[in-house]
C-alpha cells in the first residue's frame, strides 16, 4: 500500500514542484518585462522594438518582416513616434505646416501610409496560408498571375509597380493553398522597402517552404519610379526577373510553356 502510495503520489509532487517553478519562471518573466517597461519610460518605441530585436541577434533590415518583435497595440504608438518624424521632416524643406491646409496633417497621413500600408508587410504576421492536401495527386503546370504589385525600393522609398507571375508543379506530397493565398503571400512581402531581386527570390524560396512543389517559378516585371519620377527619368525602361527552380530549372520544356503561357502584354 505505502509503496503504491509513494508510486502515485512521486509523479503529483513532480507535477506540483514543476508548476511551481514554471509560475516563478512565468513570475521573473513578468516582473522583467514590468522591469523593461518601467526602464523603458520616455525611450522611443522604435528603439525598444530595436533592442528586442537586437537581444535574439535578429536581423531588422527595410526588407525584414519584424511583427515577431512588436507588441499588440504598438503600431499606434510607432504612427505616432513616425508621425512627429516626419514633421521634422517637414520643417527642416521649409514647409509651413502651420498656415498651409494642403500639409497640416501630411505628416500623420505620410506616417500611418508607411506603417499601415506600403510598409506594412514588416510590422504584421504573415498572412494564414490554408493548405489542403493534393488528394487528386495532381501534377500538372499552374499558374496565377498577373497578380498585382506594390511595393518601393529601399534607396529612394520610391514606389515600384508591377506584376507577377507563378507557376507551380506540384507532386502528390505537395499541399496545395488557395488562389487568393498567391495574392496575399506577394502583397506580404512586397509591401516593404526592397530590391526587386531579392523580393523574388524571397518569395519563391516562401513558395517553396509552404507548398513543397517539384517546381516553382516566379516572373515579375516593374516600373521603377526611381528612374522614372527623378533620376535618369528613363520612362519606359523597366526591370524583369525569372526566378525558375527545381522541375522549371531542369525542364526546358516546362520552362517554355509557363513562359508562353504568361500574358506579359
Ligand atoms: N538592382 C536594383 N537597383 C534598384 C532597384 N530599385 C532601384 N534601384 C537603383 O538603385 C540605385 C541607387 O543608386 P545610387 O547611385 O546609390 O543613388 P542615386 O545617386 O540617387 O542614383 P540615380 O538613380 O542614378 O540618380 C539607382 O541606380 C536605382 O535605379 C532594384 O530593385 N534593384
Known amino acids: 500500500m505505502t509503496t503504491k502510495k509513494t508510486i502515485h503520489q512521486a509523479p503529483k509532487k513532480v507535477a506540483a514542484k514543476r508548476s511551481a517553478s514554471a509560475k516563478s519562471v512565468v513570475k521573473k518573466d513578468l516582473a522583467k518585462k514590468l522591469v523593461a517597461k518601467k526602464d523603458d519610460a520616455g525611450t522611443p518605441l522604435s528603439v525598444v522594438i530595436r533592442r528586442r530585436i537586437e537581444a535574439q541577434n535578429a536581423r531588422f533590415h527595410a526588407n525584414d518582416n519584424i511583427a515577431a518583435f512588436i507588441e499588440p497595440g504598438e503600431l499606434e504608438g510607432l504612427i505616432d513616434e513616425v508621425a512627429q518624424k516626419m ?15 494642403n500639409t497640416k496633417n501630411t505628416s500623420r497621413r505620410v506616417a500611418k501610409m508607411y506603417v499601415q500600408e506600403v510598409f ?15 488528394v487528386s495527386r495532381l501534377n500538372e503546370l499552374m499558374i496565377i498571375g498577373p497578380i498585382t504589385v506594390r511595393s518601393a ?13 507563378i507557376g507551380v508543379l506540384p507532386n502528390k506530397g505537395s499541399a496545395l493553398i488557395g488562389l487568393s493565398k498567391y495574392s496575399r503571400l506577394t502583397e506580404w512581402v512586397m509591401c516593404r522597402p526592397q530590391i526587386q531581386e531579392e523580393a523574388v527570390v524571397e518569395l519563391a524560396d516562401m513558395l517553396e517552404k509552404k507548398i513543397k512543389p517539384i517546381g516553382v517559378a516566379v516572373v515579375m516585371d516593374a516600373d521603377h519610379f526611381c528612374m522614372q519620377w527623378r533620376g535618369v527619368k528613363d520612362r519606359d525602361s523597366k526591370m524583369i526577373n525569372s526566378v525558375m527552380r527545381g522541375a522549371f530549372l531542369r525542364d526546358s520544356n516546362l520552362r517554355r510553356e509557363f513562359l508562353a503561357l504568361i500574358d506579359r502584354k
Open 120 to 134: 506594412n508587410g514588416r510590422y504584421v504576421d504573415q498572412p494564414t496560408l490554408t493548405k489542403f492536401p493534393n
Open 87 to 101: 514633421q521634422g521632416v517637414l520643417e527642416s524643406l521649409v514647409i509651413d505646416t502651420e498656415n498651409d491646409h
Open 153 to 165: 525600393c529601399s534607396h529612394h522609398l520610391c514606389p515600384i509597380m508591377g506584376r507577377i507571375w
